[in-house]
């Protein structure tokens, strides 16, 4: 059975961090291309990063580029997102998701294998 479940999400201020988790089971995470999608209020589904663990490669969106950090423990089957300089426009549903090859621009979750609940970050003064 496979399941994606995130953690860590919550409430905090412009200019803080916060270390979202995605534990997997019922797949092997190195085995496939490992993303994180957000949709913020009124928004569509917007693309964040990629990592492929097996092969060491990684992706952002020019929105988070340089203050967000996407790794993989393979160990522990488990996806990090390490989200730093929060804005108030980061505020959204994340959600970590997986497919067996590297994908973006997509417009919804369906478009993925497989997906979790998401976990709600809010950035705000």
């Known amino acids: 059975q496979v399941q994606l479940v995130e953690s860590g999400g919550g409430l905090v201020q412009p200019g803080g961090s916060l270390r979202l988790s995605c534990a997997a089971s019922?797949?092997?995470?190195?085995?496939?291309?490992m993303y994180w999608v957000r949709q913020a209020p009124g928004k569509g589904l917007e693309w964040v990063s990629a990592?492929?663990?097996?092969?060491?490669?990684?992706y952002y969106a020019d929105s988070v580029k340089g203050r967000f950090t996407i790794s993989g423990d393979n160990a522990k089957n488990t996806l990090y997102l390490q989200m730093n300089s929060l804005k108030p426009e980061d505020t959204a549903l994340y959600y970590c998701?997986?497919?067996?090859?590297?994908?973006?621009?997509?417009?919804?979750?369906?478009?993925?294998?497989?997906w979790g609940q998401g976990t709600q970050v809010t950035v705000s003064s």
């Open positions: 998701a997986s497919k067996d090859h590297y994908i973006r621009g997509v417009t919804t979750l369906h478009e993925y294998d497989y």
């Open positions: 990592i492929n663990t097996g092969g060491g490669r990684l």
């Open positions: 019922g797949f092997t995470l190195r085995n496939y291309w």
